[in-house]
T-cell receptor, first 112, second 112 residues
Framework: DVKVTQSSRYLVKRTGEKVFLECVQD?????MFWYRQDPGLGLRLIYF???????EKGDIPEGYSVSREKKERFSLILESASTNQTSMYLC???????????FGPGTRLLVL | QKEVEQNSGPLSVPEGAIASLNCTYS??????FFWYRQYSGKSPELIMS????GDKEDGRFTAQLNKASQYVSLLIRDSQPSDSATYLC????????????FGGGTRVLVKP
């Protein structure tokens, strides 16, 4: 079974804080993704990585950065958290010929 | 026009009936198609994938793909209250590489 884990289920941070969200997968997948999900806006891709140290911007990269130093680990960084980054953050790992993606449990982030 | 479109619902279905969900996509180069189930407050869970025209059955779920008409559907037979969730359609195109494009989701309510 594919397992994707995320470092926190719930997180509360203050405006201006640096926030790290970490994602780990155990399926040796090449591809990893960070999404955010907001009511009425659906799933939006922030960044993805197709290899160690490789990254590409998704649809809404502003205010975020990522790091992939090891194949199994993909981190999302909010350099200076703002209230409009309050959201559900979902990590996914993908692979195989059909690029199937599997999601972690999500991190609900509240920025005050 | 959105790349992947779903009726947002809610689709209200009596317990034991068949729930029929539709998804249309705009890119004729789309190759892989996925259905995810998402319970409120949880992350998406992969329930079906389909790559070839026709039907694919897995338990009470049947996915149907018609590439000529550019739609993919999901049937849930003998619907149960536990099937109440939002169902996301996702599509992979060769042009998108490793990425999936998600529809907005259809909310299904199964009433006892």
């Amino acid at each position: 079974d594919v397992k994707v884990t995320q470092s926190s289920r719930y997180l509360v941070k203050r405006t201006g804080e640096k926030v790290f969200l970490e994602c780990v997968q155990d399926m040796d997948h090449e591809n990893m993704f960070w999404y955010r999900q907001d009511p009425g806006l659906g799933l939006r891709l922030i960044y993805f990585s197709y290899d160690v140290k490789m990254k590409e911007k998704g649809d809404i990269p502003e205010g975020y950065s990522v790091s992939r130093e090891k194949k199994e680990r993909f981190s999302l960084i909010l350099e200076s958290a703002s209230t409009n980054q309050t959201s559900m953050y979902l990590c996914a790992s993908g692979g195989g010929a059909q690029e199937t993606q599997y999601f972690g449990p999500g991190t609900r982030l509240l920025v005050l | 026009q959105k790349e992947v479109e779903q009726n947002s619902g809610p689709l209200s279905v009596p317990e034991g009936a068949i729930a029929s969900l539709n998804c249309t996509y705009s890119d004729r180069g789309s190759q892989s198609f996925f259905w995810y189930r998402q319970y409120s407050g949880k992350s998406p869970e992969l329930i079906m994938s389909i790559y070839s025209n026709g039907d694919k059955e897995d338990g009470r779920f049947t996915a149907q793909l018609n590439k000529a008409s550019q739609y993919v559907s999901l049937l849930i037979r003998d619907s149960q209250p536990s099937d109440s969730a939002t169902y996301l359609c996702a599509v992979n195109t060769k042009a998108a590489g490793n990425k999936l494009t998600f529809g907005g989701g259809t909310r299904v309510l199964v009433k006892p």
